[in-house]
């Protein structure tokens, strides 16, 4: 038997950001807004708050969550929500924005700090109704069941994933993407593509989620260099957002794998966004993933090629080549090209490799690796070179 959660309802498309007022006013009057100042310096605060206001509705907001979201973050929105009395959430940005909310919504309603649910807490109460407005294509925050928080005492990044965590309402309105910046778009890309591949050959992975994991790499495949070198290109945003959604849907149900397992360590101990850092260990952890993967990854291969030849194993070679030289032109940095320090980066590789393997995901990896073997593997993806060898050719 198998499980797949969803958020209550999607809506999807330009201009789906005109249904927020209808949408909102179901759950109250007072509504929180999670957002960052980027967000207010873009004008889209400002936009949603005319759209709700016009719905007569109040609003309030919190705009710290302008790096990689922390406990001190939900601890700051959650008393700003409390103090006004808030019947609805709107998370309003990137993960970081949607993840805080995420956790403001159900530690609101279960008393509770937020590092408790990584203890195997469950939610006993219901949250309080979010809504999630993504402004890049990358997360898919948005449909998950999961929210990353960094615990600040001991510098790890916190995995907390169950039901309670899934928004309300997901709206995915691809023009609030355009703003994205090059390095953001590459980023959030990257992340998405690493969401749906690892959902793809996960040991959690099932039928139906697999379908939506095939279907955003197609797409993500065919429009990311679009996104980055073309940003007003909305036919590329749209495509990339949906994908984003599709991968998210993806992964909530069948997890990620050791990609995300060894990225997490890194941002909460070198500050570098997700995205950058899943983009960091993507090759190399595809070359250690090969012989255990080589069915899934030519069957990727062919989704997106259907015109490639070969056996298994030169299809699967060819798709890695493929990312590595989407990292190329992508302009992803290795760990030494992003200004990691190497003997800050030795002196932290034992914990890095003892928080990967506690987060759950390597243990989702088609192979499983031990301590020593993701300290081997960080040591690689260190000064990692994304030249793309051996080569294959396709049929005429």
């Given at each position: 038997?198998?499980?797949?959660?969803?958020?209550?309802?999607?809506?999807?498309?330009?201009?789906?950001?005109?249904?927020?007022?209808?949408?909102?006013?179901?759950?109250?009057?007072?509504?929180?807004?999670?957002?960052?100042?980027?967000?207010?310096?873009?004008?889209?605060?400002?936009?949603?708050?005319?759209?709700?206001?016009?719905?007569?509705?109040?609003?309030?907001?919190?705009?710290?969550?302008?790096?990689?979201?922390?406990?001190?973050?939900?601890?700051?929105?959650?008393?700003?929500?409390?103090?006004?009395?808030?019947?609805?959430?709107?998370?309003?940005?990137?993960?970081?924005?949607?993840?805080?909310?995420?956790?403001?919504?159900?530690?609101?309603?279960?008393?509770?700090?937020?590092?408790?649910?990584?203890?195997?807490?469950?939610?006993?109460?219901?949250?309080?109704?979010?809504?999630?407005?993504?402004?890049?294509?990358?997360?898919?925050?948005?449909?998950?069941?999961?929210?990353?928080?960094?615990?600040t005492t001991h510098d790890t990044k916190m995995m907390?994933?169950?039901?309670?965590?899934?928004?309300?309402?997901?709206?995915?309105?691809?023009?609030?993407?355009?703003?994205?910046?090059?390095?953001?778009?590459?980023?959030?890309?990257?992340?998405?593509?690493?969401?749906?591949?690892?959902?793809?050959?996960?040991?959690?992975?099932?039928?139906?989620?697999?379908?939506?994991?095939?279907?955003?790499?197609?797409?993500?495949?065919?429009?990311?260099?679009?996104?980055?070198?073309?940003?007003?290109?909305?036919?590329?945003?749209?495509?990339?957002?949906?994908?984003?959604?599709?991968?998210?849907?993806?992964?909530?149900?069948?997890?990620?794998?050791?990609?995300?397992?060894?990225?997490?360590?890194?941002?909460?101990?070198?500050?570098?966004?997700?995205?950058?850092?899943?983009?960091?260990?993507?090759?190399?952890?595809?070359?250690?993933?090969?012989?255990?993967?080589?069915?899934?990854?030519?069957?990727?291969?062919?989704?997106?090629?259907?015109?490639?030849?070969?056996?298994?194993?030169?299809?699967?070679?060819?798709?890695?080549?493929?990312?590595?030289?989407?990292?190329?032109?992508?302009?992803?940095?290795?760990?030494?090209?992003?200004?990691?320090?190497?003997?800050?980066?030795?002196?932290?590789?034992?914990?890095?490799?003892?928080?990967?393997?506690?987060?759950?995901?390597?243990?989702?990896?088609?192979?499983?690796?031990?301590?020593?073997?993701?300290?081997?593997?960080?040591?690689?993806?260190?000064?990692?070179?994304?030249?793309?060898?051996?080569?294959?050719?396709?049929?005429?």
């Amino acid at each position: 038997m198998n499980v797949f959660e969803t958020p209550q309802k999607i809506i999807y498309g330009k201009d789906s950001l005109q249904q927020l007022g209808t949408i909102s006013r179901a759950y109250g009057k007072n509504v929180f807004i999670v957002s960052d100042q980027m967000m207010e310096k873009l004008g889209y605060l400002d936009q949603i708050t005319k759209i709700l206001e016009e719905a007569g509705l109040n609003t309030f907001n919190y705009l710290g969550a302008n790096t990689e979201p922390t406990d001190i973050f939900v601890a700051e929105a959650l008393k700003i929500f409390q103090e006004n009395h808030g019947d609805v959430i709107i998370a309003l940005g990137g993960g970081s924005c949607i993840d805080t909310a995420k956790a403001v919504s159900v530690v609101a309603t279960n008393d509770y700090y937020i590092g408790e649910f990584m203890k195997n807490r469950i939610a006993e109460n219901a949250p309080v109704p979010l809504i999630a407005i993504p402004t890049t294509a990358g997360t898919g925050s948005e449909a998950t069941n999961v929210t990353v928080i960094t615990d600040t005492t001991h510098d790890t990044k916190m995995m907390i994933k169950q039901s309670a965590f899934l928004p309300k309402i997901s709206v995915v309105d691809p023009t609030l993407t355009v703003s994205s910046p090059k390095s953001v778009t590459s980023a959030t890309g990257l992340d998405a593509l690493c969401h749906a591949m690892e959902s793809y050959f996960s040991v959690k992975a099932q039928p139906l989620t697999q379908t939506f994991s095939i279907s955003a790499i197609k797409k993500i495949t065919a429009n990311i260099k679009t996104a980055y070198n073309e940003g007003t290109n909305i036919e590329a945003r749209d495509k990339m957002s949906l994908a984003a959604l599709e991968a998210g849907l993806a992964f909530s149900n069948a997890s990620v794998t050791l990609i995300h397992g060894m990225s997490r360590p890194i941002g909460a101990l070198f500050h570098v966004p997700h995205g950058i850092s899943n983009a960091m260990l993507l090759p190399a952890v595809l070359d250690y993933t090969r012989d255990a993967a080589i069915k899934p990854l030519a069957e990727i291969e062919q989704a997106i090629h259907p015109e490639a030849t070969g056996t298994d194993e030169e299809l699967a070679d060819l798709f890695i080549n493929e990312v590595k030289t989407l990292c190329q032109e992508l302009e992803i940095p290795n760990l030494q090209g992003w200004g990691i320090d190497s003997d800050e980066f030795e002196k932290v590789l034992d914990k890095m490799a003892t928080d990967a393997i506690d987060s759950g995901s390597p243990a989702n990896n088609p192979k499983v690796p031990s301590h020593e073997e993701i300290v081997a593997l960080y040591r690689t993806c260190y000064d990692y070179s994304y030249a793309a060898k051996p080569e294959y050719s396709y049929a005429k």
